[in-house]
């Protein structure tokens, strides 16, 4: 097995990833803000209990994101018309800006780590990590197989 390989290269590459996005996107920008505009992007509006799932995190972590991503001015919070108690968070125009900024950077550096790779062997890391990252319910598994 190649656990003790596996570990070194995917903490090396987690560190420069981290590090490569940390500082791209200061200061206006932090990797978990643009975690957040992706899923408002992709969801339009959503309220703040919706975003724990996406993003493996506590109610009170969320809300403190949100706080500040709203005094930043990325993203918007309204009322609903027919509940005032429900919360919807939007993007702001800003928001968007910054989300197609964040995922240029990103992209970027995926870019740069991947071209040292021919295309056949990136489709084949992909889907090999696609195989690692799939669920392993028991359902999943009665249905692959």
């Not at 500040?68 to 001015?73: F, I, L, Q, T, Y």
């Not at 989300?99 to 890391?125: C, P």
């Amino acid at each position: 097995m190649y656990n003790s390989d596996f570990a070194k290269c995917w903490s090396r590459l987690t560190k420069d990833y981290k590090l490569h996005m940390d500082h791209e996107l200061a200061p206006s920008l932090t990797e978990a803000q643009l975690a957040v505009l992706e899923v408002l992007e992709d969801h339009e509006k959503m309220k703040p209990s919706d975003l724990i799932p996406f993003l493996a995190t506590t109610p009170a972590a969320v809300t403190m994101l949100l706080d500040r991503m709203e005094k930043n001015g990325l993203i918007r919070r309204d009322r609903d018309d027919q509940d005032r108690r429900i919360v919807w968070v939007s993007l702001s125009d800003k928001g968007r800006m910054e989300t197609e900024r964040g995922i240029t950077i990103r992209n970027e550096f995926m870019n740069s780590v991947l071209s040292n790779i021919s295309m056949h062997n990136q489709q084949l890391l992909v889907y090999l990590l696609g195989k690692m990252t799939t669920p392993k319910t028991k359902e999943h598994a009665l249905s692959t197989s």
